[in-house]
């Protein structure tokens, strides 16, 4: 009897076993649906974030955001969403910033962003009731704004047009005002260096350092009265440089995405990098340079500098903006160009000069100029083109630039 009695203690013991098996068994069974279910509902959240983070760059392309502001905008049926969209200048550019958080789940990103158009030109020449002259291997492809005496062939020391065609595009008129850059007064503005902010932080700048600034963080700014050489050193980011003198920038440095100011601004040659430079007085890019894109040379010349002017040297590559701007009228009037950009140099993106400019190598996109001038042989030759060629059909139609008859804002990098 003791036996019977111990074999059934046994198999009681067996079915709690069991039991408490089955129990957590099926306890983990649930928690598991549970936490897909968890899960199922963060990644929906997380993907809602996203498509507001995107939604709101998307209405960021075809409406004014107010700088350093913030506007919170609803993108979803969600009532537990929360987008928010800041804007703040960055040279050229701007970088807008667009966060998104629906419950707990949050999602950020940040550009660099231009502006496009929906009727990209090849070529704005200034009415000023003096006909262009094409000569040597000069090439226009895409369409052109030219003053009312049209397009015709010259010569320079026996040197006469070669092609078979005066430009490949459609002809309109071009007024006696160039069209205006938008956002004029932002880029005056970082003429003047009124960029300080509450938020900016003071850099100390040694040789040899290794800087990222990140764009969410404060804007670090390095400034000195006297000459500024670059060398040995690599900078990031949100990272502002100034000098009251002269900046020279080395081969050995690396910049990317930084602004530098300056009265002059030198490019030593075989510099690599993209930045923004702006000047008073002078630019010059030296030779074999490759800027790659979105990099800027702005030569606001308010004080009315007589030799100010941007040049480009041979073999070297700019991509983005190059602007030269002045408010001197009598500035037009000078048989110096303002802009150079020398032979087999290619500028691909936006020129905009409100004097003369002198185009010996490739543009992959826009001009828009005052005039066009040469130096050959020791002659100076008004609105003679030489050799130049303006390729608008080559430049994406996608391209983000200067806000210059521009239709819409668009990214033109992605910085977080």
Known sequence: MAVFNKIKAGALQYVLIISVIIAIVLLGFIMLINLQQKV???????????????????????????????????????????????????????????????????????????????????????????????????????????????????????????????????????????????????????FKHNFWQEEAIALSLNEGINLVNSFNQNTLVYSDSNLLKLENLSLTGNIMIRSNTKIIIEKSAKLKDIILMAPEIIVKSGVTGNFQCFAGKMIQVENECNLNYPSALIVLNIEENKDSNITIGRNSSVKGCVVYDSDNDTMENLYTPQIVISENSIVTGNIYCSANTELLGTVRGTVFTNNFITKQYGSTYINHLYNGQILNDVLSKEFVGLPVDATKSSIAKWLY
Request: glycine share 6%.
């Open 40 to 190: 199922k509902l963060k990644n929906k959240l997380y993907k809602e974030s996203i498509t507001n983070v995107m939604n709101g760059f998307s209405y960021q392309s075809h409406h004014e955001i107010p700088h350093n502001k913030e506007t919170i905008r609803q993108f979803s049926q969600n009532f537990n969403e929360e987008t928010v969209l800041k804007r703040k200048p960055w040279g050229v550019f701007d970088v807008a910033f667009v966060s998104s958080k629906v419950k707990k789940e949050f999602f950020m990103k940040v550009a660099l962003m231009g502006w496009v158009t929906d009727k990209p030109k090849a070529l704005y020449l200034k009415e000023n009731n003096t006909p262009l002259v094409v000569v040597g291997k000069t090439k226009i492809e895409g369409d052109v704004y030219i003053p009312m005496q049209g397009v015709k062939t010259g010569n320079i020391a026996g040197n006469s047009f070669a092609g078979s065609a005066l430009f490949y595009g459609k002809e309109y008129r071009s007024k006696s005002q160039l069209p205006s850059i938008k956002n004029k007064v932002q880029l005056r503005n970082y």
